[in-house]
């Protein structure tokens, strides 16, 4: 009885606590900062005036970098985004919040997103320790040809890409659904703020499922072709969709998305539950 009072104490202590409130609204204002500047400089793209920087995680921390206190503000997001793995980390092992937080499902679910965010929090960190190395898309392309060079590789990065493609999906698909009201806590909040919210969450998040989409295809096309170079990063993934029937539109819409998606992230630092 002891054993399982002190278990439901440290649940209870993980999910309501201050540690884990902190780590989870730090983490979500650095991504908002990482999507806010990928927009833009998607945007820049658009129309022609990139200067040539990438518009992926890379180009945004150069673009952090130049500006004043720059170091300090890329260690910060860095930072955050350690706190947004433990986060995730938090919610793998003793459940996210809400009534529902504690299945299988949502816990595994936890857990990818925890390997993913200490990936990306070790890469800003690499950066700002001045580790620059290579960019997105090489990386991608890397990446991609060590993994094809595994026993069954290419079925490898296949699942990967398929695994990608999937996740950018969904993300777009509950976007579109507003699945994310149920995360936030705005009862008392001005009715206008609520739809500037939720107007937010869903052009941010169809945007960000696109992305993910697209580059997730990318992938599989590698693993079809055997071929690593038809992978793509988060920079020519963007600059691909200058190549559809719709030129470069369809980039400033994917832009605009993300940049709204880094104000959702803020939005969603001020108002999640976690």
């Given at each position: 009885m002891g054993n399982?009072?002190?278990?439901?104490?440290?649940?209870?202590?993980?999910?309501?606590g201050?540690?884990?409130?902190?780590?989870?609204?730090?983490?979500?204002?650095?991504?908002?900062?990482l999507y806010a500047l990928i927009g833009m400089l998607a945007l820049r793209v658009a129309?022609?005036?990139?200067?040539g920087q990438e518009a992926d995680r890379q180009g945004a921390?150069?673009?952090l970098m130049g500006k004043?206190?720059?170091?300090v503000l890329v260690w910060a997001?860095?930072?955050?985004?350690?706190?947004?793995?433990?986060w995730r980390l938090s919610e793998a092992v003793f459940g996210a919040a809400g009534p529902d937080g504690g299945k299988p499902l949502?816990?595994?679910?936890?857990a990818g997103r925890t390997v993913f965010y200490a990936a990306v929090a070790f890469s800003v960190l690499s950066f700002a320790a001045g580790g620059g190395g290579h960019s997105g898309d090489q990386q991608s392309r890397d990446m991609t040809a060590r993994a094809m060079d595994l026993p069954a590789g290419r079925w490898l990065v296949g699942a990967a890409g398929l695994g990608i493609a999937v996740a950018g999906t969904v993300i777009a698909v509950q976007a579109a659904r507003r699945s994310f009201r149920k995360h936030l806590t705005m009862s008392g909040v001005a009715a206008r703020w609520r739809a500037a919210v939720g107007f937010l969450g869903v052009t941010g998040g169809l945007a960000r499922g696109a992305l993910f989409a697209a580059v997730g295809g990318f992938v599989v096309y590698a693993a079809v072709r055997y071929d690593p170079a038809q992978a793509k990063g988060i920079d020519d993934t963007l600059r691909s969709f200058t190549r559809t029937p719709a030129g470069p539109w369809l980039l400033v819409a994917v832009a605009l998305g993300l940049m709204l998606f880094?104000?959702?992230s803020w939005a969603m630092a001020r108002w999640r539950e976690v």
């Open positions: 399982r009072r002190a278990s439901r104490g440290v649940r209870a202590a993980s999910r309501g201050g540690g884990r409130e902190v780590t989870a609204r730090c983490g979500l204002l650095a991504r908002g900062v129309i022609g005036d990139a200067g921390l150069q673009e004043p206190f720059g170091g997001v860095g930072t955050g985004l350690v706190g947004m793995m433990l949502k816990r595994l679910a936890s880094g104000a959702f």
